[in-house]
């Protein structure tokens, strides 16, 4: 499946100047379709309820993908190469694009791969600087970092790539959850995903802030809720919370086999000391810690292998939910069965009690067993984001 899982080994080249964390949606496919059009209608909707379009400001920034560069798009749909020279007197590049005083936003969407910015009452600030290799590149907005100039602006974003082979794109919330937002992708079909229930936006806000450990989370005086893996950056989390159940795990496949699939077959492994050896040729999974699981990073990065990559994915997956002590047989596919250990990702879960269908990013592996708030199209006629009901 092709998935927001792809930039956390395709997106290092967009990415340089990036926060941790901020990397951008690089999808790619063998699809063979006739390609996509050159420009894609994009409709954003105001359904706030409580921004007026004024207070609104809307930002498309990501990567050119005919010249490899780090690029912007104008209000007119025009593609432009960032600069050193966008940075204005305060050190910041503006690269908002403003709503219309009343009526619906929209824009012809150039063939590129990056984030839909959005942000109310104030602007967000990019900077670009120059990259390893001398090139301009964007620092973006790490709202789940206090010293962060954008921390205390009331922002949220979708990821996108649109290409030849179509329209990719998703809502995450793998970084944070601050701005209610749904997509809905007309071409072969339409389809839609990110709608949250009725006050939905409240209920996850109040849901995590009531928890003693998952309130420290809840921060920007209630507005934002940041991911339990930056929050073990800040010193708002546990770094050792999931320990005790990935301990249990490892101590159950000393003498279980565990079973996972993937489209490339069934690998069978166990566990002796710290390591997990599957067979097939995937290369050996480390005990992860508890950051590494919220990260679905370090011992779990999903090297793009097509072998270990996916297991790994699905390891990640499994752990997050905390199925891994009720069945050996991955990936799990009942959702009634995820997130009921006593220490669990409760950030992810309460995401995904809280949208319509059920779908949600709330960690980079949640594309596993198709649970992710992830649509895609190889012939796309337009795109709506809805900015729904606070």
Request: a neutral charge; one cysteine or more; aromatic letters at 8%.
């Amino acid at each position: 499946m092709i998935s927001r899982r792809a930039l956390l080994g395709g997106a290092a080249a967009l990415a340089v100047a990036a926060p941790a964390g901020a990397a951008i949606a690089t999808w790619t496919t063998g699809a063979t379709a006739a390609p996509a059009p050159a420009g894609l209608r994009l409709r954003v909707v105001n359904k706030t309820g409580v921004h007026a379009n004024n207070a609104l400001s809307m930002y498309v920034v990501g990567t050119d993908l005919a010249s490899g560069n780090q690029a912007f798009v104008r209000g007119d749909g025009t593609l432009g190469a960032v600069s050193l020279s966008d940075n204005g007197p305060g050190g910041f590049a503006d690269l908002s694009i403003p709503f219309p005083a009343s009526g619906d936003a929209e824009l012809t969407l150039p063939r590129m791969s990056g984030r839909v910015y959005f942000s109310a009452n104030d602007k967000l600030r990019f900077t670009v600087v120059a990259d390893g290799a001398g090139k301009p590149a964007l620092r973006f907005p790490a709202g789940w970092v206090r010293t962060d100039p954008s921390f205390g602006v009331l922002h949220d974003w979708v990821e996108f790539t649109f290409n030849e082979a179509g329209m990719f794109c998703n809502t995450t919330m793998v970084d944070m959850f601050s701005m209610p937002l749904a997509i809905r992708l007309d071409g072969q079909r339409s389809q839609t995903t990110g709608t949250l229930v009725p006050g939905g936006r409240a209920r996850v806000l109040s849901a995590l802030a009531a928890d003693p450990v998952f309130g420290k989370l809840v921060v920007d005086g209630g507005q934002r809720v940041i991911a339990p893996g930056h929050g073990i950056e800040a010193g708002l989390f546990p770094a050792d919370f999931l320990d005790s159940h990935i301990q249990q795990v490892w101590t159950r496949y000393q003498s279980t086999d565990m079973v996972v699939t993937t489209d490339r077959g069934r690998f069978t492994g166990r566990v002796a000391g710290e390591v997990l050896t599957f067979s097939g040729g995937v290369a050996p999974i480390r005990k992860p810690s508890t950051k590494d699981v919220l990260f679905c990073d370090g011992a779990l990065a999903a090297r793009n292998d097509g072998v270990t990559g996916p297991v790994a994915a699905v390891l990640g997956a499994a752990l997050n939910r905390t199925t891994l002590l009720d069945t050996s047989a991955q990936p799990a596919t009942d959702p009634q069965r995820f997130y009921r250990a006593a220490a669990t990702n409760l950030y992810s879960k309460v995401m995904h009690a809280n949208s319509v269908d059920g779908r949600a990013y709330g960690f980079a592996f949640d594309d596993v067993a198709g649970f992710a708030a992830f649509v895609q199209d190889p012939a796309p006629t337009a795109m709506t984001i809805t900015l729904t009901p606070f």
